[in-house]
């Protein structure tokens, strides 16, 4: 409890992990609503969607994740010298 107090870890990585979820289970939704009609787009709309929404989910979260990961490794760094 202390760290999350004192800023001594992160906390947005937890919730981006939980975006990351969230994300593909609306990613999911939206392609097989697309697929079946439902917003009339057909089902290569729906498998393009849920492809590139899939893949566009993870690679979004991972550039996050990615700043993150940067700052842990420049506050090593710094601790060094």
């Known amino acids: 409890m202390k760290d999350i107090f004192f800023f001594d870890s992160m906390l947005?990585?937890?919730?981006i992990t939980l975006l990351y979820w969230i994300g593909l289970i609306g990613v999911i939704i939206g392609g097989?609503?697309?697929?079946?009609g439902v917003f009339g787009g057909?089902?290569?709309s729906g498998l393009a969607i849920l492809v590139g929404g899939l893949i566009?989910?993870?690679?979004?979260?991972e550039l996050l994740i990615v700043m993150?990961?940067?700052?842990?490794?420049?506050?090593?760094?710094?601790?060094?010298q």
């Open 12 to 15: 947005t990585p937890k919730i």
């Open 32 to 36: 097989i609503a697309v697929m079946f």
């Open 42 to 44: 057909g089902f290569w």
């Open 56 to 61: 566009g989910t993870r690679l979004w979260c």
């Open 68 to 80: 993150f990961k940067i700052n842990e490794n420049l506050k090593q760094i710094a601790l060094r």
